[in-house]
């Protein structure tokens, strides 16, 4: 019995190769060449005004389509945005950018499922004149799709605050670029 069933085994092998190659070739494609990710990041400084300023509210025209989220989630009056980056990441990759002064983004793309992606974020004050190191502020890992906003907010920079508004503007699935 033990023999037939070795045969049939060994037969639908034999006769159907692709299925099992076919599998193992993609998993091979996606691990040699995994889906790439364009994200934007907008750094934003948050701040209220002076005493001697007026309490008036006032935020950047050029954050316009986030005004309503930042009134929302924050308690500031002052909104303004000081740069806009754009990168590329990888799936299974870990990168670091200078947000401002020496603020320190790592983003990690941990996995891409249904069109959803979660990352991980860490937000580091670095110690002068480094590159690494230095003083995390903010660590947390995130899952969202493509065209969504993430607000990250809370460090001390400059008058204000920094806010990070962080936007996946399009995954390039496997084997094309995301240009």
Do not use: C, H
């Not at 920079?157 to 996946?168: C, F, M, N, Q």
């Amino acid at each position: 019995m033990t023999r037939k069933l070795f045969s049939l085994v060994l037969t639908l092998l034999i006769l159907f190769p692709a299925t099992g190659s076919a599998q193992l070739g993609s998993t091979q494609e996606k691990a040699a060449n995994p889906p790439t990710a364009e994200i934007e990041y907008r750094v934003i400084v948050a701040s209220e005004s002076g005493a001697s300023e007026s309490r008036q509210e006032k935020i950047d025209p050029r954050l316009s389509d986030l005004e309503g989220e930042l009134k929302r989630l924050f308690r500031f009056n002052r909104y303004r945005l000081v740069k806009v980056q754009k990168d590329q990441i990888k799936l299974g990759q870990t990168k670091r950018t200078t947000v401002a002064g020496n603020l320190s983004l790592t983003t990690e793309w941990k996995s891409y499922s249904q069109k959803r992606l979660t990352l991980g974020l860490r937000l580091d004050r670095l110690k002068k004149g480094s590159l690494r190191g230095g003083t995390k502020l903010i660590g947390t890992t995130i899952t969202m799709r493509p065209g969504a906003i993430f607000l990250l907010g809370g460090a001390r920079y400059e008058e204000g605050y920094v806010i990070l508004a962080i936007k996946v503007l399009r995954v390039a699935p496997v084997g094309r670029s995301s240009q």
